[in-house]
């Protein structure tokens, strides 16, 4: 069974930044790491989660509109981690930070839910006004 396990959530004033993280234990299904297509989605409480980032395995990154030029998602295939630096937080940014892996080539749905096959526990990140 793999496992995504997020780390480096926490509580930050506006305007500041903050580093998440997230481990695959194993590389799922045997693959390389390095060929799965990696994301950051959020949930805020009342709302449904979102997109936030990905990045290929090429390293081709996409971003929601609201995070742009503030977050970046990088990986290190080596150490089988996708990061998510978050720059110029905002109390709206407060959520729950889930990561998620997929192995799926056609990437049309890169940005839903459902492209997804595997996901980490959450991580929560609070920014205070």
């Known amino acids: 069974q793999v496992q995504l396990v997020e780390s480096g959530g926490g509580l930050v004033q506006a305007g500041g930044s903050l580093r998440v993280s997230c481990t695959a234990l194993?590389?799922?299904?045997?693959?390389?790491?390095?060929?799965?297509?990696l994301a950051w989605f959020r949930q805020s409480p009342g709302k449904e989660r979102e997109f936030v980032a990905t990045v290929r395995s090429g390293g081709i990154s996409y971003y929601a509109d609201s995070v742009k030029g503030r977050f970046t998602i990088s990986r290190d295939n080596a150490k089988n981690t996708v990061f998510l630096q978050m720059n110029d937080l905002k109390p709206e940014d407060t959520a729950v930070y889930y990561c998620?892996?997929?192995?799926?080539?056609?990437?049309?749905?890169?940005?839903?839910?459902?492209?997804?096959?595997?996901w980490g526990q959450g991580t929560q990140v609070t920014v205070s006004s």
């Open positions: 194993e590389s799922p299904s045997g693959r390389s790491f390095r060929s799965y297509v």
């Open positions: 998620a892996a997929s192995s799926r080539v056609i990437t049309s749905t890169i940005r839903l839910e459902t492209f997804y096959d595997y």
